[in-house]
């Protein structure tokens, strides 16, 4: 059933995986939308809810490779691109830098995968964080979409009510990592940070 069910719903997998592909590569908000969308279609039995989750997964992490992998080889040229842009893209790129400073691998949960590029953060760390970035973000946001939904319309089944709870859970788990990471990183003396590796450099 449940094959039979993809067989038929293919392309608008397709649109999702495009859609957060694109985002996670550096195209603003549509990768959310279309994750919350297919969610609400999940819960409307439209789509499979495991299935949303990991083609998001998937597609967040080959769309944020593919924006390092563009930041990595032509970030600093596309930054420096004269036009009326070019201060926008010097002001973005200086805060992303700012914020690897403060937050270190954490950036990556804050900042665009083409700016983790451009500031040379070791590849094989990136494709990990991003990765977790990717499943966070797609559990708290499909899960809680679907949950919203599924109550909204009437539904109060323990199911429901618990894929809710997982989603909003995931997304406080991770504002809370991303919270106490950062107060540890603050909290350090200046010369002890001074004394780490650089990160993203």
Known sequence: MV??????????????????????AGVPAIGTAALGAAA???SQE???LAA???VAVVAGELGGLGGYAIGRRWGRRLVELP?????RREKMLA??????????????????AIVSGTAKMPPYRFAVFNLLDSLGWAVSVAASA???SRLATGHHTWHDIAVLVIGLGAAVLVSVVAVR?????????????????????
């Open 46 to 48: 439209k789509l499979d």
């Open 95 to 112: 805060r992303g830098q700012s914020v690897y400073a403060r937050w270190g691998w954490l950036a990556v949960f804050v900042t665009p």
């Open 3 to 24: 094959t039979a069910g993809l067989a038929s719903t293919w392309w608008q997998y397709l649109l999702l995986f495009l859609a957060v592909a694109a985002s996670w």
């Open 52 to 54: 949303v989750i990991v």
């Open 181 to 201: 990471r950062h107060r540890r990183r603050t909290a350090r003396p200046p010369a002890a940070t001074a004394a780490g590796p650089p990160v993203a450099r």
């Open 83 to 87: 036009g009326r842009h070019q201060a």
């Open 146 to 148: 679907y949950g919203v």
């Open 40 to 42: 609400v279609a999940a």
